[in-house]
């Protein structure tokens, strides 16, 4: 799955779109399905934007649904630990909790933008030549 600048700048607003929602009325259709879209899939794929392109060149067979199952994950578990350090802390809060994801996901966005750019940048990877071995 490979991002594109406005989809990266999406998902870094995506969150504080979350946010803005919560302000609905609670309960109401709009952000029951915008908070709970985010926090199944926006984190995950900010993670995944920064992280994809350091893993270099592969085979990009059936990457859309290896993306969206790591997304979920990855999603799932951020939203996890965010919520057992509040927890932890006795200052647990679903606001405090949806901004600090929006946080994360914003930075993980921003910073997949560097990481897009410095891979496209990188210079091809040299190829080691063998040696011909040498008469002793």
């Given amino acids: 799955m490979t991002f594109s600048r406005v989809s990266l700048l999406l998902l870094a607003a995506s969150g504080w779109l979350a946010v803005l929602v919560t302000q609905a009325a609670p309960g109401s259709a709009l952000r029951v ?12 794929a900010a993670v995944i934007g920064l992280v994809r392109p350091l893993l270099g060149r592969r085979d990009h067979t059936g990457d859309a649904m290896e993306s969206g199952a790591l997304a979920l994950a ?43 750019r410095r ?12 040696r011909e071995p040498q008469d002793w």
Avoid: D, Q
């Fill in 119 to 130: 891979a496209h940048r990188a210079p091809a990877p040299r190829v080691n030549r063998r």
């Fill in 33 to 44: 399905v915008t908070t709970i879209v985010f926090l199944l899939v926006c984190p995950g």
């Fill in 74 to 116: 990855i999603s799932i578990g951020l939203g996890m630990i965010v919520s057992e350090l509040y927890f932890l802390t006795a200052a647990f809060t679903m606001s405090r909790t949806l901004i600090t994801l929006a946080a994360l996901t914003s930075v993980a966005a921003l910073g997949a933008l560097v990481t897009t």
